[in-house]
């Protein structure tokens, strides 16, 4: 009896601390962006919303937000297009090298962030390409495809062929099965994965950081400001992306939720 009682109350509250102890950065993140700090933002001074209406009187947080914007966009979409296309290549068709390319797609995954950003910067300084925005955006990209295609290729795989057999047996062409049948059954998993990279792409720091040839991404405002203390309007701009992150997922189990029960009652 003892024993299925701890068993029943240790699993709960080992998850409930875990939870915990990963949401106390948040908090303090969320809490400090209302701290009425002058030039330092670790101790709390007061409250104010004046961080958050004024978010941009803080030199170079906006710009630095708006270059990682704009890298996270642009980078997601290449790298979305790409994987897709690969990853239904490499569960749709047989060619050559097929097994090698899905071991070597694990090796951006693997590889750590110093090795790959390193690589990269190296491979920019022998053929004399300039650093800014656009290594960095190709640097993304290439960190990024290998998660875009590991994502997509399992909504790959779970797709029915039946769908887009019976689709040709109504005389539809390739490019109508794959626009009408086949890629809306892969958005899902297509959109999945444009989150995934854009939030990899927003949030690095190491890679950006070898590549980034003076240009100012958020990551690295916050890791300069870091020394003198995270400047409230940071904190602002960080508040801002977990509760938008935090509403997208809500929307999005909520969506789900809603498909299913209607798929059910018309079922």
Same mark, same amino acid.
């Given at each position: 009896?003892?024993?299925?009682?701890?068993?029943?109350?240790?699993?709960? =509250?080992?998850?409930?601390? /875990?939870?915990? &102890?990963?949401? *106390?950065?948040? +908090?303090?993140?969320? @809490?400090?962006?209302?701290? #009425?700090?002058?030039?330092?933002?670790?101790?709390?001074?007061?409250?104010?919303?004046?961080?958050?209406?004024?978010?941009?009187?803080?030199?170079?947080?906006?710009?630095?937000?708006?270059?990682?914007?704009?890298?996270?966009?642009?980078?997601?979409?290449?790298?979305?297009?790409?994987?897709?296309?690969?990853?239904?290549?490499?569960?749709?068709?047989?060619?050559?090298?097929?097994?090698?390319?899905?071991?070597?797609?694990?090796?951006?995954?693997?590889?750590?962030?110093?090795?790959?950003?390193?690589?990269?910067?190296?491979?920019?300084?022998?053929?004399?390409?300039?650093?800014?925005? =656009?290594?960095?955006?190709? /640097?993304?990209? &290439?960190?990024? *495809?290998?998660? +875009?295609?590991?994502? @997509?290729?399992?909504?790959? #795989?779970?797709?029915?062929?039946?769908?887009?057999?019976?689709?040709?047996?109504?005389?539809?062409?390739?490019?109508?099965?794959?626009?009408?049948?086949?890629?809306?059954?892969?958005?899902?998993?297509?959109?999945?994965?444009?989150?995934?990279?854009?939030?990899?792409?927003?949030?690095?720091?190491?890679?950006?950081?070898?590549?980034?040839?003076?240009?100012?991404?958020?990551?690295?405002?916050?890791?300069?400001?870091?020394?003198?203390?995270?400047?409230?309007?940071?904190?602002?701009?960080?508040?801002?992306?977990?509760?938008?992150?935090?509403?997208?997922?809500?929307?999005?189990?909520?969506?789900?939720?809603?498909?299913?029960?209607? &798929?059910?009652?018309?079922?």
């Amino acid at each position: 009896m003892r024993g299925s009682l701890f068993g029943r109350w240790l699993l709960p =509250v080992y998850s409930a601390l /875990a939870v915990i &102890l990963l949401l *106390i950065p948040v +908090v303090y993140t969320i @809490v400090f962006s209302f701290n #009425a700090s002058v030039k330092s933002n670790i101790l709390w001074k007061g409250f104010t919303l004046e961080n958050w209406t004024h978010v941009c009187d803080a030199r170079g947080v906006c710009a630095s937000v708006a270059n990682s914007l704009f890298i996270g966009v642009i980078a997601t979409l290449i790298a979305t297009a790409i994987g897709t296309l690969m990853a239904i290549a490499l569960v749709r068709f047989k060619f050559r090298g097929r097994a090698l390319v899905n071991i070597l797609l694990f090796l951006p995954m693997a590889t750590p962030e110093v090795v790959l950003g390193a690589g990269l910067a190296a491979q920019f300084l022998a053929v004399g390409f300039g650093k800014g925005i =656009v290594t960095i955006i190709i /640097a993304h990209v &290439l960190f990024c *495809i290998s998660f +875009v295609v590991v994502t @997509v290729k399992a909504r790959v #795989a779970s797709l029915d062929p039946a769908l887009e057999e019976a689709a040709r047996d109504l005389y539809g062409s390739s490019w109508q099965v794959f626009w009408r049948i086949t890629f809306p059954l892969l958005l899902p998993g297509i959109l999945a994965a444009a989150l995934l990279s854009f939030s990899l792409s927003f949030d690095d720091f190491i890679i950006t950081r070898f590549n980034n040839g003076g240009v100012e991404t958020f990551p690295i405002f916050v890791y300069t400001a870091a020394a003198k203390g995270v400047p409230a309007e940071a904190n602002v701009v960080a508040s801002a992306v977990f509760i938008l992150a935090l509403v997208i997922v809500i929307v999005g189990q909520a969506s789900s939720a809603a498909r299913r029960k209607r &798929l059910a009652r018309e079922a």
